[in-house]
């Protein structure tokens, strides 16, 4: 084991802060600023190997007590004090610290030291008894709370609190300030006679006894629920432990001339370079915490304690100097005189996080691959969109999959015509729907957001929220919605229609009433960082977008092109459904053609406007894919009106619809199989998009087509595609009188495509990888119907991440490296890219960078976020094969 303690005080420490893993962040971090002679308080820390060592034998060994009696005398020459002395007692805090910040988790006992003898020293001393007993109540309760267990549990009623309510109240004080020394001093027997009543053991007056037992007492708090459940979430390993800092008290309860208070180097909510933060006079670290006293904003400071203010900003500036980023910091002022107890690094917004990384490039320092790795992809999502402020505190009624990011205030409504209806005139409404389907979406199209109580990450809600930029919670377990009553349940609490909700669909909460939103506005600091990022990446970032409006979009978030334009998506709104659905239930080929006849032209009519705004880009078109069930009517009233407008009869219609009913649509009619069956769709389709392009080609727009076949999982398949698009091709070029280069290429979206790539290589000019669908093959997991256990999966730890959300390296993963692999010894010219729901993930986007794809394909608002992945990724790995 090496050295148990490590000592800092007389402005030289025995670490620094390289050493977190063995001092915790804490203890590194106060070493480092006593190092570079910032103010802090004396004291030393105990590692995280003794914590580690303690907890496997539950004893301190008596090298560890040697050297923690060593280090405390050499603090007692450092204050020129004496611990449990009854002329200048030295009181120590003992708090926890882990290696990686674990905020509030385990636990501190301040004021230690404290006893019948010495809290009279300290009251002679601090010319202020009221403080020392006020201070030595305080003990005995963290004490007794900490060591002795006696925490009241949520809903219990604290016995020392009840006590202090009781001595308020039998002293006629509102406030516990304007308790006396003497009423405090007999606060002080009854809190020790709770201890020994409730402990069976009294509360101990010697100061080494308190020591030993805060030292363990603090080590075990790393093994206690809310640290492991942390751990867990947040994947920190078990075996690391906590170190523990003794350090020598300094006091913000000393009086006027003295407070505590927490401050930040820079805003961080905004980023912007000022001394944020608040601080509260005359008290101790715990209230600030406790928020039982407003605190007052840190500006004030200045005119209270001029000195002191003016050395904290002096010191704040310093750190962030040192540390070369933005600090959290807490500070106590003792009479006057300022004291750091803690820095870190600042948690900040999205916003914050884009902003101070530029600036601190811009100021010299740090470098831009810096800035770049510095910020979280994932966080950029809160620089594009509206989010709860994270300030209050609402009820939450139910989570689901953060589907699609954002955050939405409006009332509930449970169908899309009434969403349509109300949003018409005016009024905010969020549609809830036990699930969506097309014909759902104008009411989509209206709500501010949409919450489903079943579906997965590429359900049919996620991914037209997504590709509309809408905040959408999908598949919400908890959440019964009861359509015909107009109301839904979620764990014992009723919400009627045009009851206000808020959605926060970046962290999949449903929340009761309505959530104050704050909604950022991404500014010059975002564009230029984006830059950086596009200067660094190797990988291109293409969108998936359906209509004219998703690719403008898209291009504003610097979109390099269509990655995925799913044509079933033209056909979810109004009459374009009526026709698809004419097609889809026709009984003959007579009856396909004159639905399709219908639906070319507002198909090349879409085409011609995404290659206009797509100018010089790539754009993949993709035939036809639908699994069927998504589009056929299911109510009956929708059959019998489609029966009329088909003029037959409604006895007839049901039984079309019947037909072409699959026990399993998602493997069933659908894609390539489509085309192939019904040739005259995929002619169609092929039309409208040469006769577009020859349209905006002839207005000078420079249009780069690419033809996507779905569903492929036989080369046999794509051939017979590719020659009838062909076909088309040059018969409309003919036509017009005019030539466009095109490229052909499908979608490899089935194990056995991914195995035969190399056969499929030679047909084809591109690859798109459909993780969506190569997951749910791979997997034999349903995507539509998984969020019902998946969550089960990842909470237990079966699978570490939902599959749909993050590329499964090791088994789907595989088969894309096999497919890039043989694709390209067949092919050597083959394009590459992905175009499911992973192309935004950024750990998928770092895997796409790696196995040596060409592209990523995502969304509207997650192309700012693939963008700085794939920078990310390329400053990791700048030569991939
Ligand atoms: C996929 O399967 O990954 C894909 C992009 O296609 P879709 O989601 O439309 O099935
Ligand atoms: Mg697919």
Redesign the pocket.
């Known amino acids: 084991m090496t050295q148990p303690v490590y000592f800092f005080g007389d402005g030289a420490a025995e670490g620094g802060a390289a050493m977190k893993p063995l001092l915790g962040s804490k203890g590194a971090n106060l070493a480092e600023m006593t190092n570079i002679g910032i103010p802090v308080p004396p004291g030393f820390i105990v590692t995280t190997q003794v914590c580690m060592r303690y907890l496997a034998e539950r004893r301190l060994s008596e090298e560890v007590r040697t050297a923690v009696r060593a280090a405390m005398a050499r603090l007692e020459r450092a204050t020129g004090r004496t611990f449990g002395g009854a002329e200048r007692p030295l009181l120590v805090s003992v708090r926890s610290g882990a290696a990686v910040s674990m905020p509030g988790m385990m636990d501190t006992i301040l004021n230690l030291g404290l006893n019948d003898t010495t809290a009279v020293a300290m009251g002679r001393q601090a010319g202020n008894p009221r403080f020392a007993y006020d201070s030595y109540r305080r003990l005995v309760q963290m004490y007794g709370d900490v060591v002795f267990g006696l925490k009241a549990q949520p809903g219990e009623q604290d016995p020392f609190e009840a006590s202090l309510e009781a001595a308020r109240q039998a002293h006629g004080v509102e406030r516990d300030i304007d308790l006396s020394p003497d009423d405090l001093r007999e606060l002080v027997g009854r809190f020790k006679a709770i201890v020994a009543r409730s402990a069976g053991h009294p509360f101990p007056e010697d100061p080494w006894e308190q020591l030993w037992g805060a030292i363990e007492a603090v080590f075990r708090s790393w093994q206690n629920k809310r640290a492991a459940e942390y751990r867990r979430v947040h994947r920190i390993a078990d075996d690391l432990g906590t170190a523990l800092s003794v350090v020598a008290m300094v006091y913000g309860n000393m009086g006027e001339d003295s407070g505590t208070g927490v401050a930040f180097t820079r805003d961080p909510s905004t980023g912007e370079r000022c001394l944020y933060g608040e601080y509260l006079v005359n008290a101790q670290g715990e209230d600030v915490v406790a928020g039982t006293r407003d605190p007052e904003p840190i500006a004030t400071m200045v005119g209270r304690w001029p000195d002191a203010f003016h050395e904290l900003e002096e010191t704040a500036q310093r750190l962030e100097q040192h540390f070369r980023d933005m600090q959290d910091i807490e500070f106590t002022v003792e009479r006057g005189r300022l004291y750091l107890l803690q820095t870190r690094t600042g948690k900040r917004t999205g916003m914050a996080a884009v902003r101070v990384a530029v600036d601190m490039v811009r100021e010299g320092l740090i470098s831009r691959s810096e800035a770049l790795r510095r910020i979280n992809p994932d966080q950029l999502d809160q620089v594009l969109h509206p989010m709860v402020d994270p300030s209050q505190t609402l009820p939450q009624l139910a989570r689901g999959l953060p589907a699609s990011p954002g955050a939405a205030v409006g009332m509930v409504v449970f169908d899309a015509d009434t969403a349509a209806a109300r949003a018409g005139r005016g009024e905010p409404v969020i549609l809830v729907r036990r699930e969506t389907s097309p014909d759902d979406f104008h009411g989509m199209v209206a709500a501010r957001a949409i919450l489903t109580a079943r579906g997965g990450m590429?359900s049919h809600a996620a991914?037209v929220a997504r590709g509309m930029g809408k905040c959408c919670v999908a598949g919400a377990k908890d959440l019964e919605v009861d359509e015909a009553s107009r109301c839904f349940r979620a764990n014992g609490t009723v919400v009627r229609e045009g009851e206000w909700i808020t959605l926060d669909g970046s962290a999949g909460r449903v929340i009761l009433g309505q959530a104050r939103l704050v909604t950022p506005t991404p500014g010059e600091e975002f564009q230029e960082l984006m830059r950086w990022a596009d200067e660094t990446r190797l990988l291109r970032v293409r969108t998936?977008a359906d209509t004219p409006q998703d690719a403008r979009r898209a291009r504003e978030f610097g979109a390099e092109g269509i990655g995925?334009c799913?044509t079933e998506h033209m056909f979810f709104e109004g009459d374009r459904l009526q026709a698809m659905r004419e097609m889809i239930v026709a009984p003959d080929l007579e009856g396909r053609r004159r639905a399709l006849l219908k639906l070319l032209p507002m198909q090349r009519r879409d085409f011609v406007e995404i290659f206009r705004v797509m100018d010089g880009f790539p754009v993949t078109i993709?035939l036809l894919?639908p699994p069927l069930h998504e589009f056929l009517p299911r109510e009956d009233g929708e059959i019998v009106e489609l029966s009329k407008s088909l003029g037959v009869t409604a006895e007839r219609m049901r039984l079309a619809v019947d037909v072409l009913t699959e026990e399993n649509p998602m493997l069933g009619h659908r894609g390539c199989r489509l085309g192939l069956t019904y040739p005259e769709i995929t002619e169609m389709q092929a039309q409208a998009i040469f006769e577009a392009a020859c349209e905006a080609a002839g207005e000078g727009v420079t249009v780069i087509p690419e033809v996507m076949v779905?569903l492929v999982a036989d080369v046999e398949e794509l051939r017979r595609q590719l020659d009838l698009v062909r076909g088309v091709a040059e018969r409309v070029f003919a036509e017009r009188k005019r030539r466009v280069e095109y490229l052909l290429g499908t979608?490899i979206?089935l194990p056995r495509a991914a195995l035969t790539a190399d056969r499929i290589g030679k047909v084809a000019e591109f690859f798109?990888?459909?993780?969506?669908?190569?997951?749910?093959t791979t997997f034999g997991l349903s995507r539509d119907d998984a969020g019902r256990f998946l969550p089960f999966y990842v909470e237990t730890g079966i699978l570490a991440d939902d599959p749909f959300q993050t590329l499964d390296q090791e088994g789907v993963g595989k088969l894309i490296r096999m497919a890039v692999q043989l694709g390209r010894e067949s092919n050597p010219k083959l394009k590459m890219g992905i175009?499911?729901?992973h192309g935004g993930d950024p750990r998928s986007v770092v895997f796409c960078h790696t196995v040596g794809l060409n592209y990523v394909s995502c969304s509207p608002f997650r192309v700012p976020v693939a963008r700085l992945a794939a920078a990310q990724a390329a400053l990791d790995d700048p030569a991939p094969h």
């Open positions: 590429t991914v998936n995925l799913r993709r894919d779905p979608m979206e798109s990888f459909g993780t969506n669908d190569l997951t749910q175009c499911g729901e």
